[in-house]
């Protein structure tokens, strides 16, 4: 459900983290307390980097006064192979889904099998994809900057704003 903008270098962040500390790292972001119940949520520990905490514990969706922290889990991970054994054994939770969020709660809590979970905090530019209209900004927007689409994108795009458009009287 999450679009990162390829100017935004997380992913190559992220694999340096799991190099220098092994086990699994998620991206997190942080949101506004009364959107946490939308994501899964992080427990975390900060560390000597900025951008870096230690997860301590995972909620899939969580009522906000439950929340642990404002740090959304959003989608893009470096798993350890460790959690596909435990994904095989995860009963089925929220929503009847067996959840990689549990399988990642049962690796930060027993370091001892598949290293600990980290987190890098993402402060660059994220697209919501499961929200529609969030996915057609996200297009429109990175169309608009390509430079092999965006000059004539922009063009039609003027052009079709400044028409009148059904409906819209």
């Not at 290293?115 to 429109?140: E, M, N, Q, S, W």
């Amino acid at each position: 459900d999450d679009l990162i903008d390829p100017r935004d270098p997380l992913l190559a962040r992220m694999v340096e983290v799991q190099e220098q500390h092994g086990g699994s790292v998620i991206a997190l972001m942080e949101v506004a307390p009364e959107q946490i119940h939308l994501y899964g949520c992080a427990a975390v520990e900060t560390t000597d980097e900025g951008d870096l905490v230690k997860v301590t514990g995972l909620v899939e969706k969580p009522d906000p006064a439950d929340a642990p922290s404002n740090y959304a889990i959003i989608g893009r991970y470096v798993l350890d192979p460790h959690v596909f054994d435990i994904l095989r054994k995860t009963e089925p939770g929220r929503g009847g889904e067996i959840q990689l969020t549990d399988a990642l709660q049962q690796l930060a809590q027993d370091e001892k099998v598949g290293g600990p979970v980290h987190g890098v905090v993402f402060k660059g530019r994220r697209y919501d994809t499961g929200d529609r209209g969030d996915y057609l900004r996200a297009i429109v927007r990175l169309a608009c900057e390509r430079e092999d689409l965006g000059p004539d994108f922009r063009t039609w795009l003027r052009s079709y704003v400044a028409e009148e458009i059904p409906g819209n009287a």
